[in-house]
């Protein structure tokens, strides 16, 4: 039965005019304004005063700037030749209806160079996970699943590997690039066992990657981050002990902190960043970074204007605080953007190894069909739920 759409029609409007109001356009200009002025040192010692009061835990995740809070950098010069290595990967996740137990991990990459001697390398690495070893973790006998948003870490994993073992490879400049965050949010809660060994998977490629000079990034187009907001809010806090849903929501500042609270950093940078320009380098404070700091791979952030979007650009701080680095990496993906033939733009070497990594409709049925077909082979009867064969088939 299709979506009855009549009863939507008036509340899909109502939304349309809420974000449109013009009280909401004033209060976006306030909150520009207000981080135009605000004073770093004066947030590092409110930060500091929170670390020390118990009574006054901060709520957010904030961000931390090495340097400034609204400085604004134009697009660097890059050289005449230079590579840019992408990677993106794509999966068959574990079917709970099918009576044999796998999944697909397809990782794709993409090497563009661009210059005297410009070229393209496409491929793609796919894996096929069936052995217990590679469907749990085990952990002291219990048998965890890789599933869900584990699997999802480990195709993030597997991205690293794979930009890691093509990029160490190119001569001259490159920049390696991801699609996504390098912070591992998700590890956050996993099994300590878990989470060191999936871990040093990843700090293994950054170290290789650090060891080769080649500088490492992720992308994060139309990020919802609000670490740089959550600061202005810790600035316009005028009770450090009042719990949030206590405030009165009266003075200025108050009312001011209310509206921050439903904005992202990208809304706030949108008015400050030109075209190509970048804000100026942030600390995320997520605890799963602390190990990170165990291999000097703490991961930094800013926000680049690449046309009509704000980006998030994370990096490990050994690229973020190599001026060289820094400005490669600036420069590379505004560049890149520039050459996207879409709106907003999108770096093209992402698109391509997104092409090579994606798994369609048609190859998950292939894939079953070929594990029905060996199963068939050896005289076993590929079974599916009964829930699963009433949704395939046509209701009454």
Known sequence: MPLNLDGLYAQVHKLAQTLHGAQNIRRLAEARAFLRRASPDQL??????????????????????????AARFPTPPIPTDFSVVAADGSSIPPDRHSSVRYF?????????????HPGADLDANPRFCFADDELYFDVQGKRIPIEGARLGILM??????ALSRVAQNIAGAVVA???GSMILWNLQSEDNDLKTEYLGYFMDSLDQLRAANVPVCSYISYTNSQDVINSLRLLACDDARRKCQDCPQQSASQTLCQFMGTLRDRQIFYGLLKAGERSDIFESQSAILSEYDKREHHILFFYLNVGDEIVRVEAPQWVMTNPDMLDLVHGVIVDQCRRSGQYPPYPPALIEAHEQAVISTSDRAVVEALVEQALAEQGIFYVRSAKDRSKRARGV
């Open 44 to 69: 590092r010692h409110k930060l500091r005063q929170r670390e020390q009061d118990q009574r006054a835990k901060i709520p957010w995740l904030v961000a931390v700037p090495l340097a400034t809070l």
């Open 104 to 116: 697909v991990l397809n990782t794709g990459h993409a090497t563009l160079t661009y210059g005297r």
């Open 156 to 161: 993030g994993i597997e991205e690293m590997v």
């Open 177 to 179: 690039i991801r699609d």
